[in-house]
């Protein structure tokens, strides 16, 4: 046997309730992705709902019981199902995001994880049947209503329940991240101009979420380029009296060298897209563009 000491590296074990809901899911993953010194290579393991993990199923996993977390299960640090934490506006998830907080103060600015955390909140405490039109099936397309899903169709697969979920949230958290960059971009970079119509918006931006986001702050038209590619894309929102088609036209003239689509709804032109690479990007600049859109549509 070699004379080196041999160290052993830790393990940590996170324990959770069969059938993991959201806010389970939410807790483990909040620890595995954001704790990753300590989590990210964890083991789960799954108990019934309110119990703690047998101490011969933990020496079986060979490790220290010191190194194992409960969430969302038996009544410690991160439950809250004890009586004088039922009725407040916490849960298992928001348990956590506060502890990770304490040793990444960091995570406190992040706005797309503190969305994602109240979320996970207002759901375990039923908040959607509060929701505007809460009846319709519009809402069974959320993740929390996924994760049900997923339970009736494999309902006695935990480990398949918890990735599908976690793997949701790492798309959410993905999405609201850019959800919240573009906004900031708008506020930032936005040019606002009007027409009779009302407030449109030009910006120079890669989030092409910023379109849609604008579009829902009430702009009835916003025209994006794309500094790096060179790409333009002209929406019109779908409940106002702009038909891009009088623009394409005048585009046309002036720009011999871009590709251009217009939609057959008439609120979309668009100079290239992730979803057709071959498209030219059009010389035309921001400010070009903006003045063509004044001088089509600026007219009362």
């Given at each position: 046997m070699s004379g080196k000491l041999q160290v052993m590296q830790k393990r940590r074990?996170?324990?959770?309730?069969?059938?993991?809901?959201?806010?389970?899911?939410?807790?483990?993953?909040l620890l595995k992705k954001?704790?990753?010194?300590?989590?990210?290579?964890?083991?789960?393991?799954?108990?019934?709902?309110?119990?703690?993990?047998?101490?011969?199923?933990i020496e079986q996993l060979g490790i220290d019981e010191r190194d194992v977390r409960h969430v969302d299960t038996g009544l410690g640090e991160f439950d809250h199902h004890q009586k004088e934490r039922a009725s407040t506006d916490i849960c298992a998830s928001s348990l956590v995001h506060d502890h990770l907080i304490q040793i990444h103060p960091e995570l406190e600015e992040d706005q797309a994880?503190?969305?994602?955390?109240?979320?996970?909140?207002?759901?375990?405490?039923?908040?959607?049947?509060?929701?505007p039109e809460a009846e319709s099936y519009r809402?069974?397309?959320?993740?929390?209503?996924?994760?049900?899903?997923?339970?009736?169709?494999d309902?006695?697969?935990?480990?398949?329940?918890?990735?599908?979920?976690?793997?949701?949230?790492?798309?959410?958290?993905?999405?609201?991240t850019q959800q919240v960059k573009a906004n900031e971009i708008i506020n930032e970079k936005g040019k606002p101009f009007d027409l009779p119509q009302g407030k449109c918006l030009a910006l120079e931006t890669r989030n092409d979420d910023t379109i849609k986001?604008?579009?829902?702050?009430?702009?009835?038209?916003?025209?994006k380029k794309n500094p790096k590619l060179g790409n333009i894309r002209i929406k019109a929102r779908p409940d106002v009296n702009i038909d891009l088609s009088a623009l394409s036209e005048?585009?046309?003239?002036?720009?011999?060298?871009?590709?251009?689509?217009?939609?057959?709804?008439?609120?979309?032109?668009?100079?290239?897209?992730?979803?057709?690479?071959?498209?030219?990007?059009?010389?035309?600049?921001?400010?070009?563009?903006?003045?063509?859109?004044?001088d089509t549509y600026g007219k009362k």
């Open positions: 074990l996170i324990v959770t309730h069969h059938a993991p809901d959201l806010d389970a899911i939410g807790s483990v993953w954001f704790d990753t010194q300590d989590f990210g290579d964890a083991k789960v393991a799954f108990v019934n709902p309110g119990s703690l993990i047998e101490e011969y199923e994880l503190d969305i994602i955390v109240k979320f996970i909140t207002e759901i375990d405490h039923f908040g959607e049947i509060y929701w809402y069974s397309f959320m993740i929390h209503e996924l994760i049900r899903g997923n339970e009736f169709s309902p006695h697969d935990d480990e398949s329940q918890l990735h599908f979920g976690m793997k949701c949230l790492d798309y959410v958290y993905a999405t609201i986001s604008a579009q829902k702050q009430g702009f009835v038209l916003v025209v005048k585009i046309s003239a002036r720009d011999t060298v871009g590709d251009w689509f217009l939609h057959s709804s008439g609120k979309m032109l668009l100079n290239g897209s992730i979803k057709n690479k071959d498209q030219k990007a059009s010389p035309l600049t921001l400010d070009e563009i903006t003045a063509l859109i004044i």
